[in-house]
């Protein structure tokens, strides 16, 4: 594995380990909302130990045509 790699998928997993500690997976029906903050956290990895703390506030989903 090359050593970029290794640094993403590590990364990757401090932030799934941040959402777990945050309790985004034990919660009930995932919406919009609540897949955008948990998709966020994982992303912001090791970020969230340094204070960051995301949330999508507001989302729209586009609804399919009548």
Known sequence: MRPI???IVIWLVIGVI???QRNYFDSGPVNCAGFGNIALTILA???NYMGVNPKVADCNVPQPSA
């Open 5 to 7: 790699s290794l640094i």
């Open 18 to 20: 941040a959402a777990g």
């Open 45 to 47: 990895g090791p970020l």
